[in-house]
């Protein structure tokens, strides 16, 4: 036995105590023993805070509440012990569950994203007149490690909704679930569990539309989405240092080079790249496009015809009647019903002597034979009637039907 033979060394009792980290006595009868001594392990002693463990177990899964707060909660439930057991409880869990944090999370193919803002207070952009603070929309696939980058002048509700769509045209898709710290754009009201908080009834719509679930870290535990937060810290480190740009599109378009850069490169973690890894990601198709301004809707009249600044432009037959969304994008208007595109057409800016409502850019064939055969309609106290092209003109002004 190692007691007894550094017992016979010439070591003291008191320093094979310390050795071994035991009373000097202990050391001095088993240095003394004949036999090699057995150890057991006795039963624990039941304690008061047995009953309670299950419980507080649960509360610190959901928060990291101190042993005092965790003392009141457990004496409304009857419990008589003292505040030093719940202590010792508390925080042996405390280290369980951080031990448990830290453990590198990794994800199926798929399965999850990760989103998160970055403020960038020392840089500003010139834009609409004035000079405006400067984030940064960050949102990287647990499986990949693809990441995506772009950077907003404000953190609205609306902006976070279109860099989402924007990051799900790069990587092509979208997983089943996004990680989300508890930002007011995706939670208003965060209470212990998810399934009571209360979501931003916008992306909640949005995020039903397309059918991804949103997930909210626990409250006090941002390791949960630690690729987005080294991503945050990253994009400081490597990419905003030394940044110059005279333009929020053209610190954009620095920041999409970044982002084909980085996602071309093998990645520390993982030791591949991570636009191969995309493959296999088998990410959900974007088969459709979600109108952000729901406001920005149009009726559309008897003549398959909705109004646009002015000018009037055709829609299928079959929506007559309906609310369709239109989307103003570059020269070109496109309109939605439902999330499907249904029409597109180049913007016209011309004024047709001052007529208000220009000849359509298509037209919804069931209705070209009505449109000269109609009686004039009023709009507005004036007659229409001499303001309708015949259909020969309309063909001439739109180079036949599309």
């Not at 047995?50 to 457990?74: G, M, Q, T």
């Not at 679930?177 to 009834?201: A, G, P, W």
């Amino acid at each position: 036995m190692d007691i007894r033979s550094d017992r016979q060394k010439g070591l003291s009792y008191v320093e094979l105590g310390k050795k071994y980290h035991m009373d000097p006595r202990t050391a001095k009868r088993y240095a003394e023993s004949p036999e090699r001594p057995e150890y057991t392990l006795s039963e624990p002693k039941p304690t008061k805070m047995d009953p309670f463990k299950p419980v507080v177990d649960e509360w610190l899964e959901e928060a990291p509440y101190s042993a005092k707060r965790i003392l009141e909660k457990l004496r409304e439930m009857g419990f008589d012990g003292g505040y030093s057991i719940v202590k010792a409880y508390v925080s042996s869990r405390k280290m369980d569950l951080n031990e448990k944090a830290t453990v590198r999370f990794e994800t199926m193919p798929g399965k999850q994203g990760q989103m998160d803002w970055g403020f960038f207070e020392d840089h500003l952009v010139y834009e609409d007149g004035k000079w405006k603070k400067l984030y940064c929309f960050l949102m990287i696939l647990g499986y990949s490690r693809m990441r995506y980058i772009e950077f907003v002048t404000d953190m609205s509700t609306n902006t976070l909704i279109r860099c989402h769509q924007n990051a799900f045209r790069y990587f092509g898709g979208y997983p089943e679930e996004i990680l989300y710290d508890n930002m007011k754009q995706v939670v208003i009201k965060r209470l212990l569990k998810q399934e009571d908080s209360t979501l931003n009834r916008q992306f909640e719509d949005f995020a039903g539309f397309y059918g991804f679930k949103p997930i909210l870290c626990r409250p006090y535990r941002g390791q949960t989405k630690g690729k987005v937060e080294r991503t945050v810290q990253f994009v400081r480190d490597n990419f905003m240092v030394g940044i110059k740009y005279n333009s929020l599109a053209d610190l954009n378009g620095q920041a999409l080079a970044w982002c084909n850069k980085v996602n071309g490169n093998v990645h520390a973690t993982t030791n591949e790249i991570p636009f191969e890894r995309l493959k296999k990601e088998r990410l959900n198709p974007l088969t459709r496009e979600y109108i952000i301004d729901k406001i920005n809707l149009r009726r559309v009249q008897k003549d398959c015809l909705i109004s646009y600044a002015g000018n009037q432009y055709s829609v299928p037959a079959e929506y007559v009647g309906k609310d369709v969304a239109v989307v103003a994008l570059d020269n070109m208007l496109a309109a939605y019903y439902e999330g499907k595109q249904i029409a597109l057409h180049r913007i016209s800016y011309q004024r047709n002597y001052g007529v208000p409502a220009k000849a359509p850019f298509r037209f919804c064939g069931e209705r070209r034979k009505e449109w000269s055969g109609r009686s004039p309609r009023r709009r507005r106290g004036r007659s229409r009637a001499k303001f309708l092209p015949t259909r020969l003109s309309i063909l001439s002004i739109t180079g036949g039907s599309h």
